[in-house]
């Protein structure tokens, strides 16, 4: 009795295959590779599937920033480093790079913001946005004709500065009603001459909406519901505790007074990153061979299936690089390779159970379920295991006694990929492929 596939998994199967391969394939080749171009619900969606190449592979710009913190109370020293690197971050998105990395370090005293910046042209024109200190102002409705005044955005209609800017604010901070019946909101504190502005600022705009904006982009408008004294204020609306949080460090970055000063710049050339892909392809195509040489030698017909079963797992694994994207760096390939070997050891396992089976006289269709069945204690052990250092390398919360450095990083993320995805291919795709070509040529 031949066993067969039942029909909705072989249709999975095989359609997972093809989509995989349509995904992987470069856009010069001759078959079209796969675009999504819908409409759901309204809402157009487009997705090309590219590789994205880190700074090391693409070239691009290394730049060190040292930030000037000496005018900042020391309690407050971490929130401005962070509020520095969002508003430099957005600054880079505003050049279209590619997968900008932009990360905070501390090298003894001296605080720093570290920019990698791939594929970047016009650097010296990123240098100088990335320098300037964040410029925070309040806006309020200037006169404007009726054709501005019927637009839909809020930047459109507040144009007329008010003269209160992040100088005059000492501090944003999320606070929360003491009765616990609100939620969370953001309390602005001014300064002597700020509160004074804002106390004129409300006093003619009871009703309507007064715009914060930093480097020209609105941050919020929140309506002003009375005349406000004191130079303390509140933000209130539907925030959640993370909309409150963003919200507080986006008025911080403009009202604490960080500067920056590059002091580090390297240009990374295109040459090397092409080089450096050239022998990575080189080494993995001879690992692969030979760990496929070895399989089939071994194994004999289990080592085809196997090895069927390790292309199978590349194609799939690369599909999900391109599709997140993963932002591939050197490190990233060889935690992609190591997951290759982590791949092999599942099958070297599960075979090795099957043949010890079939060594105690007992016939293919039991040794099979028993050499899975032994084999997946160790398998899963040792992927959890892998897994769990994954995690502390990535370092997704960004946990000050855990490493936080973005070519890390890009190891644990496609070793963690790599790893999920040899668990799927080597347990369930690898046994379907015994199950069905191994026994019906025996």
Sequence with gaps: ?????????????????????LIDLPKNSKIKPL??????FGKKI????????????????????????????????????????????????????????VQTSQSGASQRIIVDLP?????????????????????????????????????????????????????ATVQFDSSGKGGPSVGLNFDKEGAKRFEEITGRNVGKPVAIVIDNQLISAPTVQQKITGGQAVITGQFSVDDAKSLAVAINSGALPVSVKLIEQRTIGPTLGKEAVEKSIIAGVIGLS?????????????GIIASIALVVYGLISFAIFRTIPVVLTLPG??????????????????????????RKGKDFDLSLKLGFGKAIDAIKDANIATLLVAFILFNPFNWDFFPQFGLIRGFALTLSIGVI??????IIITRRLIETFYRSSK
């Design 1 to 21: 009795m031949k066993f067969r596939f039942p029909k909705l998994s072989t249709i999975v199967f095989i359609a997972l295959f093809f989509i995989a391969i």
């Design 35 to 40: 675009v999504i171009d819908v409409s759901i």
């Design 46 to 101: 487009h997705k090309e599937f590219d590789t994205k190449l880190g700074l090391d592979l693409r070239g691009g710009s290394h730049l060190v920033f040292e930030a000037d913190v000496s005018k900042i109370n020391s309690s407050d020293r971490a929130d401005a480093l962070e509020s520095a690197r969002n508003i430099i971050e957005q600054r880079v998105n505003f050049f279209g790079v590619s997968e900008p990395n």
């Design 119 to 171: 594929g970047l042209e016009n650097v010296e024109e990123a240098v100088r946005l990335i320098g300037q200190t964040a410029q925070l102002t309040f806006r309020e409705e200037a006169s404007v004709s009726a054709e501005i005044a019927t637009q839909s955005s809020i930047l459109a209609r507040l144009t007329k500065e008010t003269g209160l800017t992040g100088e005059h604010v000492k501090k």
């Design 290 to 302: 030979t760990v496929i040489l070895f399989m089939v030698v071994y194994y004999r017909r289990l």
């Design 333 to 358: 390939i060889a935690g992609f390779i190591l997951s290759i070997g982590m791949a092999v050891d599942s099958n070297i396992l599960i075979f090795e159970r099957i043949k010890e089976e079939q």
């Design 421 to 426: 995805t040899s668990l799927f291919t080597g």
